[in-house]
């Protein structure tokens, strides 16, 4: 019904926004008219997508939602013509990897967590204005390769099976930080160096002399 309705439509309509979230769509559906060059915000939540690959057409893209897919790589968003993604949301999916977001540095909002993540390979460290890393529920060992130079960041990587919060000393821009249910036995040395952090959840860890660590850092809920 959805596509049929817009292949009804006349030569040279353009449209920049796209909302068809549990639609059924495939990848092979993603194709004009319904995905067109002009598009800047896509919302595919809830359907059946493999791949992103068709969206390559696009040269405008600035939000995009493909959680609640199948999707099990993101390699096609290398491409180039992602250049201007703001936002992503590509939460519960299958991806192990994050290869794909590297290139794209104007991003400020990732949302990940609900997939099979193993490592921040491929997260774009790069982007100078990344804001929001939502990366809970995944497999994450480490958070190795977090670059201490984004501005303002709000970090989630609850539910993970993180041993050491230690890659994060020193992140001076650091704000928020939810840690919980991971199993941590120490948050790793210099942690307590985070100057900006007012939000703190170490909850349902493994922690022992938690206060002594942090010192007059910011109020943690308790271990």
Known sequence: MLLGGLNALSGGWAHTHLSANGQHLKTEDLRPPLVGQHLQTVL????????????????????????????????????????????????????????????LSRLRRVVAHDNALESLVGLPVGAPCLHELQLAQNALASIEGLAVSLPKLHLNVAHNRVESLAPLAGHGSLEELDASNNGLPTVGDG????????????RAN?????????GPSPRACPA
Do not use: K, Q
């Open 44 to 103: 595919l939540s809830c359907n059946d997508l493999v791949s992103l690959e068709p969206l390559n057409i696009t040269r405008n893209l600035t939000t995009l939602d493909a959680s609640h897919n199948a999707l099990t790589s993101l390699a096609s968003l290398s491409a180039g013509t992602f250049s201007n993604l703001v936002s992503i949301d590509i939460s519960h999916n299958r991806l192990r990897t994050l290869e794909g977001l590297d290139r």
């Open 206 to 214: 493994r922690l022992a002399n938690l206060h002594e660590t942090l």
């Open 191 to 202: 942690f307590g160096d985070l100057p900006m952090l007012h939000s703190l959840d170490l």
